[in-house]
């Protein structure tokens, strides 16, 4: 399985910054795109613009991808409204900074069970749905948080090392099966995520959400004879 063109993609939290940008950037190069968000608004929003500018088939359901339960659902939902699954992005993600005797034990769990757990959730229903159609790719997207702990970053951390040890184990698992397994390690975005929230893309030194669906597409567009599992990826000129 290789290219983007008439394939089918699911992509987690592909409403807002980094998923967003991901979801335009397959339907622009004619994937049929399946996205996810908790909010219905924000899904009929999406679905409408990307679809309407791009004319491909964009779809999408309300999940919360903390819950086993709402995963399978909107992978078979996705199955069934795209007629399979060659293409998984685990964008998904949130960040809750705080020193870990302040932390409510409310925020870790959030933290570990979006940035996690669902990766997990989301790969043992694909799975099987790449497995049908003969072969798949699954790209997972992480943090350079996954190598350099910080103060306060105790939970984020915590759940971006566990990103790449479950990104690494996957791809040894379904490799002999035609499913690829990827991990791209942005470092700074211009996003809303964190505290300084989205800036204007020329007040700003970081990455863009495009940068990193950039790197989604060069993936899957690569000759599948060869595997680039981790991809990291930083500002060229970061803030000193």
């Known amino acids: 399985m290789s290219g983007i ?27 049929d795109v399946f996205l996810c968000s908790r909010s219905p608004d924000d899904v009929a929003r999406t679905v409408n613009s990307v679809g309407a500018m791009r004319g491909q088939r964009v779809t999408g359901a309300t999940c919360d991808v903390r819950d086993y339960a709402q995963v399978r659902a909107m992978i078979a939902e996705a199955e069934r409204s795209l007629g399979g699954i060659d293409i998984l992005v685990n964008n998904a993600g949130i960040g809750v900074f705080s020193n870990v005797e302040e932390m409510p034990v409310e925020a870790w769990q959030a933290t570990i069970e979006t940035n996690l757990s669902s990766l997990f959730y989301c790969c043992r229903e694909a799975i099987p749905a790449m497995k ?22 105790a939970a984020y951390n915590a759940s971006k090392f566990g990103l790449i040890g479950f990104s690494e184990a996957l791809m040894q698992e379904v490799r002999y099966d035609h499913i690829r397994v990827s991990y791209v390690m942005p470092g700074s975005v211009n996003t809303a995520f964190g505290d300084s929230g989205e800036q204007p893309p020329s007040q700003t030194w970081k990455l863009w959400p495009e940068d990193v669906a950039n790197v989604v597409v060069q993936l899957l567009e690569m000759d599948p004879r060869a595997l680039p599992s981790r991809v990291e990826l930083r500002p060229s000129e970061p803030k000193k």
């Open 5 to 31: 063109q008439g394939k089918a993609a699911v992509v987690t939290g592909g409403t807002r910054g980094i998923g967003l940008a991901i979801v335009r950037a397959l339907a622009e190069r004619g994937a």
């Open 132 to 153: 049908r159609r003969g072969g798949g790719y699954i790209i997972n997207i992480g943090s350079l948080a996954g190598k350099n702990a910080f103060p306060g970053g």
